[in-house]
């Protein structure tokens, strides 16, 4: 027979183990503090914050400097000079609102690399949004370029007179088309999955920031060049329609639908090429 050895007398609670949670530890040995209200990282919230403001102001900025230069379709984007400044303003107008959730992440994980002693250099998420920027300015000059060129070739066929609408309804319906291909789905995938993103993609240093800025800008591009080229045919120099383009965007990237907010852009774009062909009274409408 076996021999049966007695059972171990159950623990009372006041034997039981207490779970002691250890509080986190910065480098130099101490806790590290936690800037928290109500759940919330007060300095991401203040990243958000910084964000907007900037972008409200080169809202106001942009206003300001196209008062009265609307003319519907195919407006004249000015000198090079006049043009390049414009642009990055409104970069910063139309897309730090929707790149927010993508520079808190990359501000998150290079904290926490901070954090864990780990090379992370202060001032990398402001090279990492320059380098954003530079992508899509480096795009802007390129259709400055094009649309320079063509007026020169075509003056007629880039004009707000009745010839330019028609090309203009075609520039915006092609948009619309490019909302449902596949090319169009794996940018926008690229774009709302800020954290698959950055950890793919981690470089250090400044040189690694500008380059993870520049690569999520061509991601950008990638995504929504067509509604930028829409935006040259409806006015670039139109703060209302700067609006609308910059709402698609904010839409597609942020609500959880994607599909749903996908397909609804590329609907509202149709209605407007149908618009700006059939009524081009709605051009200069838009103008603010």
Same mark, same amino acid.
């Given at each position: 027979? /076996?021999?049966?050895?007695? *059972?171990?007398?159950? /623990?009372?609670?006041?034997?039981?183990? %207490?779970?002691?949670?250890?509080?986190? #530890?910065?480098? @130099?040995?101490?806790?590290?503090?936690?800037?928290?209200?109500?759940?919330? +990282?007060? /300095?991401?919230?203040? #990243?958000?914050?910084?964000?907007?403001?900037?972008?409200?102001? @080169?809202?106001?900025?942009?206003?300001?400097?196209? +008062?009265?230069?609307?003319? !519907?379709?195919?407006?004249?984007?000015? @000198?090079?000079?006049?043009?390049?400044?414009?642009?990055?303003?409104?970069?910063?107008?139309?897309?730090?609102?929707?790149?927010?959730?993508?520079?808190?992440?990359?501000? *998150?994980?290079? %904290?926490?690399?901070?954090?864990?002693? %780990?090379?992370?250099?202060?001032?990398?998420?402001?090279?990492?949004?320059? &380098?954003?920027?530079?992508?899509?300015?480096?795009? $802007?000059?390129?259709?400055?370029?094009?649309?320079?060129?063509?007026?020169?070739?075509?003056?007629?066929?880039?004009?707000? &007179?009745? !010839?330019?609408?028609?090309?203009?309804?075609?520039?915006?319906?092609?948009?619309? #088309?490019?909302?449902?291909?596949?090319?169009? +789905?794996?940018?926008?995938?690229?774009?709302?999955?800020?954290? +698959?993103?950055?950890?793919? *993609?981690? *470089?250090?240093?400044? &040189?690694?920031?500008?380059?993870?800025?520049?690569?999520? !800008?061509?991601?950008?591009?990638?995504?929504?060049?067509?509604?930028?080229?829409?935006?040259?045919?409806? $006015?670039?120099?139109?703060?209302?329609?700067?609006?609308?383009?910059?709402?698609?965007?904010?839409?597609?990237?942020?609500?959880?639908?994607?599909?749903?907010?996908?397909? @609804?852009?590329?609907?509202? #774009?149709?209605?407007?090429?149908?618009?700006?062909?059939?009524?081009?009274?709605?051009?200069?409408?838009?103008?603010?």
């Amino acid at each position: 027979m /076996r021999a049966k050895w007695p *059972r171990p007398p159950p /623990r009372g609670a006041h034997d039981r183990r %207490r779970i002691v949670a250890r509080p986190r #530890l910065t480098t @130099s040995g101490g806790p590290r503090p936690r800037a928290t209200l109500a759940g919330v +990282d007060l /300095r991401e919230a203040t #990243l958000v914050v910084v964000l907007l403001v900037l972008a409200a102001i @080169s809202w106001l900025f942009t206003a300001a400097r196209m +008062d009265g230069m609307d003319m !519907g379709s195919w407006t004249d984007p000015g @000198s090079l000079g006049f043009f390049t400044t414009t642009w990055v303003v409104m970069l910063a107008a139309m897309m730090f609102p929707s790149v927010a959730p993508m520079v808190i992440a990359y501000a *998150r994980i290079h %904290r926490h690399r901070r954090e864990t002693g %780990r090379e992370a250099r202060p001032g990398s998420t402001a090279v990492f949004v320059a &380098g954003y920027l530079a992508t899509w300015t480096a795009f $802007g000059l390129l259709s400055y370029g094009l649309y320079v060129a063509a007026a020169g070739l075509f003056p007629t066929a880039l004009s707000p &007179g009745e !010839g330019g609408r028609y090309v203009a309804a075609g520039v915006i319906l092609a948009a619309a #088309l490019y909302q449902l291909t596949s090319a169009k +789905d794996v940018c926008l995938s690229k774009c709302r999955t800020p954290m +698959d993103f950055i950890l793919h *993609r981690l *470089r250090s240093g400044y &040189g690694g920031a500008l380059r993870m800025g520049v690569e999520h !800008g061509a991601w950008c591009v990638g995504c929504c060049w067509a509604l930028m080229a829409a935006l040259f045919a409806l $006015g670039v120099m139109s703060v209302g329609w700067m609006a609308v383009v910059g709402a698609f965007i904010a839409v597609e990237k942020m609500l959880p639908w994607k599909r749903l907010a996908n397909r @609804s852009v590329a609907v509202a #774009l149709a209605v407007i090429a149908v618009v700006v062909a059939l009524s081009p009274a709605v051009m200069p409408a838009m103008a603010l």
